[in-house]
Nanobody, 117 residues
Framework: QVQLVESGGGLVQAGGSLRLSCAAS????????MGWFRQVAGKEREYVAG????????TYADSVKDRFTISRDNAKNTVYLQMDSLKPEDTAVYYC??????????WGQGTQVTVSS
């Protein structure tokens, strides 16, 4: 079992930046990849970005490419999401997720990001 705790959400003006953190504990040594997802009330949860545990491969949704950067610190079992040039449409609850090799099945509790116009 892997436990995930997100932090770093908040309220920011459009054009601003936030950095989300996700700390993994428990059987973190089994993690193959970690990702960030987001969800707006009444809509499907959508993929934002992902990174493999070695950090050699990252992927991004088209909507955040060139604005968001995912990174990890293995010594701290922590993954980050640097969000720059934020837009009101980035407003959502952001979730961290971990995969131990068969899809994202471990989820954090979520952190609210609100971007005002």
């Amino acid at each position: 079992q892997v436990q995930l705790v997100e932090s770093g959400g908040g309220l920011v003006q459009a054009g601003g930046s936030l950095r989300l953190s996700c700390a993994a504990s428990g059987r973190a040594f089994n993690i193959a990849a970690m990702g960030w997802f987001r969800q707006v009330a009444g809509k499907e949860r959508e993929y934002v970005a992902g990174i493999n545990w070695s950090g050699s491969s990252t992927t991004y949704a088209d909507s955040v490419k060139d604005r968001f950067t995912i990174s990890r610190d293995n010594a701290k079992n922590t993954v980050y999401l640097q969000m720059d040039s934020l837009k009101p449409e980035d407003t959502a609850v952001y979730y961290c997720a971990a995969s131990v090799g068969s899809g994202y099945k471990n989820w954090g509790q979520g952190t609210q990001v609100t971007v005002s116009s």
